[in-house]
């Protein structure tokens, strides 16, 4: 193997080791959960998941289970918080 192309797999390997460096700003994905496939979508602010669970809620389990996956990837704003403040008083 070509010395320079060493250095650029030995880089690379390190990168990934340092998920802090990247930072995702929009993407869509399709998520296989137990029952059913969702479209799961964040661009810029807004995350979206076909589920019925966000229809209500705005959050759920697909996007928790992306933010332990994707941890330091997601920008602060697309932490999710699965019982928003404004729905936090509603007695359950």
């Known amino acids: 193997?070509?010395?320079?192309?060493?250095?650029?797999?030995?880089?690379?390997n390190r990168y990934s080791r340092e998920p802090d460096?990247?930072?995702?700003?929009?993407?869509?994905?399709?998520?296989?959960?137990d029952n059913d496939t969702h479209r799961v979508t964040l661009e810029g602010d807004s995350w979206g998941?076909?589920?019925h669970f966000f229809e209500s809620w705005h959050s759920c389990v697909h996007l928790l289970a992306l933010q332990k996956m994707?941890?330091?990837?997601?920008?602060?704003?697309a932490q999710v918080?699965?019982?928003?403040?404004?729905?936090?008083?509603?007695?359950v």
Not at 21 to 33: H, M, P
């Open 49 to 51: 998941c076909t589920c």
């Open 1 to 12: 193997m070509h010395s320079s192309l060493i250095g650029k797999v030995e880089k690379a």
């Open 70 to 77: 994707l941890g330091p990837m997601l920008p602060e704003h």
């Open 81 to 91: 918080d699965l019982l928003p403040a404004e729905r936090s008083s509603i007695a």
């Open 21 to 33: 460096r990247v930072t995702f700003e929009s993407f869509a994905l399709t998520f296989r959960g």
